[in-house]
């Protein structure tokens, strides 16, 4: 049911791991499906320099966690904050329909980090910013 | 890679023995059962032999055996059939909160229709009493129905007790037997069962038949309205190689029940206890005695059942989960939470089913490789990490 991609990424995770002292860091759950995701930040002018994440869930929670990290790593906060979980899930060659919403636990963890990021260095949080709400989506 | 088939409460193997009979009902003895002619009067003594050999297996009469296309079939019927021919009589039933779907689903759908269900709540260990049963009995009720043995946590339901029970009452008594066939002694006068759903594949059968015992005297409306087949109440051309390959197989799997029990009992608690022993923050789900032969279920803590399971298939291990993300729904198993299990440790559990291909090595195998699995996606997980850290 799973892409090589996914079976790529869910056996040999990316960027698995803590970061000691990080600029952001976002927890998130997925209540509809137990899984839970927390991704570590670190930003130098404005560029996400490293990021690392821990996740308890299902194959396609852990390969979106790994592809999303490899997603934003070396992009900027502006490029990290277009990233979904529409285009996390194309990169690993497409998810099952009834995965998709494990898929937005990446998404959503990564603008929770950011914001961490924002709140710790008072920084207003950028024009039209929000985080997809997992317990309405529909997909 | 080794491969080891450890879901042999999803379905087993056809066993070599059923295949050579089913196989000359394909090729030669493949006329209608309905029929006057030769062929189909040989079809014929191939389904009445079937069914007394069915019928043998639980201390029925051949002519209580009605075979149906499985075990959902046989819980459908049993159900609506028994509500609907006894609708004037009351409108409650009585089943518990562990059920087969074929089962629960069936009580939402009567439910819709105006009946009353009470889901019985069960014990840690799945465990639901007579006394509860007895309980939840009103003037209304019609129907108690209650599995003989859970399909994930292996419990093993005082059907008897139960049976007595009901008697007691005068209500009508079904159990889904599904998982049980073949595993525990049936006998249905002496545990008082008026009706029982089984399913071949679950004991080396083909798939897609199965066969409800009714008592005599019991009456159902039919569920399936056609031909004359099975006497009138169930219509539609027998599935003769699948009903003649149960017959071969229950057959066997009853002589040899006694024996086969104690060396998958050893095996069964050969693994429990191993992966007890191996994996720190583990528990065994269900009845450490009162359970199925060859079911293992445990939860480890910490990681999600899915990901395990696919971890586990890696390296040729194949088990099944009551993980929420396994199902394509969204909740954790029904069983798990109803024995009180919270959500995220109902979320890893592992469900290991042993059956007759299976050795010691197997389960050796299985002692070695679950344990690095296990290391590996706790490594990774957020939960893991907090509960270490809390720990220090
Ligand atoms: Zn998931």
């Not at chain 2, 006068?189 to 594949?201: E, F, I, Q, R, T």
Request: with cysteine; net charge negative.
């Amino acid at each position: 049911m799973y892409s090589e991609k996914v079976m790529d990424h869910f056996t040999n995770p990316r960027n698995v791991g803590e970061i000691e002292n990080a600029d952001g860091v976002g927890t998130v759950g997925n209540p509809k499906c137990g899984d839970i995701m927390r991704i570590f930040l670190k930003i130098d002018d404005g560029i996400i320099t490293d990021v690392k994440f821990k996740t308890f869930g299902c194959g396609a929670a852990i390969a979106t966690s790994s592809m999303a990290t490899e997603m934003v790593k070396g992009k900027s906060i502006e490029d990290a904050l277009k990233l979904t979980n529409k285009a996390v899930a194309e990169a690993l060659d497409g998810l099952p329909a009834v995965k998709m919403h494990c898929s937005l636990l990446a998404e959503q963890a990564l603008k929770e980090a950011l914001e961490d990021y924002f709140n710790k260095n008072n920084i207003p949080l950028p024009e039209g910013f929000t985080k997809p709400d997992v317990e309405h989506d529909e997909d | 890679m080794e491969r080891i088939y450890l879901d042999n409460a999803a379905t087993t193997r056809v066993r070599p023995e059923v295949a050579a009979e089913v196989m000359p009902i394909m090729t030669e003895t493949y006329g209608n059962a309905s029929s006057v002619h030769a062929f189909g009067r040989e079809a014929k003594k191939a389904l009445e032999k079937a069914r007394t050999q069915v019928a043998a297996a639980i201390g029925a009469k051949k002519e209580e055996i009605f075979f149906t296309a499985g075990g959902s079939e046989s819980d459908n019927w049993a159900l609506k059939g028994a509500a609907h021919q006894l609708r004037a009589k009351g409108n409650h039933i009585i089943t518990t909160a562990i059920e087969h779907h074929a089962i629960l689903h069936t009580c939402k759908a009567l439910e819709k229709e105006g009946f009353v269900v009470t889901y019985l709540p069960v014990d840690e260990y799945g465990l639901v009493t007579p006394e509860q049963v007895e309980a939840a009995i009103t003037p209304q009720t019609i129907l108690v129905s209650i599995m003989m043995a859970n399909n994930e946590i292996g419990t093993i339901e005082p059907i008897a007790e139960i049976g007595a029970v009901c008697k007691k009452h005068g209500v009508l008594f079904h159990t889904d037997a599904v998982q049980a066939i073949g595993h525990v002694p049936v006998d249905v006068k002496a545990m008082n069962v008026d009706m029982l759903s089984m399913s071949g594949h679950k004991f080396y059968a083909p798939k897609g038949v199965g066969a409800l015992y009714v008592r005599t005297g019991v009456r159902l409306e039919n569920l399936i309205e056609g031909g004359a087949q099975e006497r009138s109440r169930r219509a539609g051309t027998e599935n003769l190689p699948a009903i003649v390959g149960m017959g071969k197989a229950i057959e066997l799997i009853t002589a040899e029940q006694e024996a086969e029990n104690v060396r998958l009992t050893a095996l069964r608690d050969r693994l429990i206890q191993g992966v007890l022993e191996k994996i720190p923050d583990s528990r065994l789900n269900g009845h450490p005695t009162r359970r199925l032969p060859g079911n293992v279920n445990i939860s480890i803590r910490f990681i999600e059942g899915e990901s395990l399971l696919l971890s586990l298939d890696m390296v040729g291990i194949a088990g099944s989960s009551g993980s929420a993300c396994t199902s394509g729904s969204l909740d954790p198993s029904h069983v798990l939470l109803a024995i009180g299990l919270p959500h995220e440790i109902a979320h890893g559990s592992l469900r290991l089913t042993l059956g007759r291909d299976n050795t010691e090595q197997d389960v050796d195998y299985v002692l070695e490789q679950l344990p690095k699995i296990v290391e590996r996606l706790r490594s990774m997980s957020p939960l893991y990490a907090d509960y270490v850290s809390n720990k220090q």
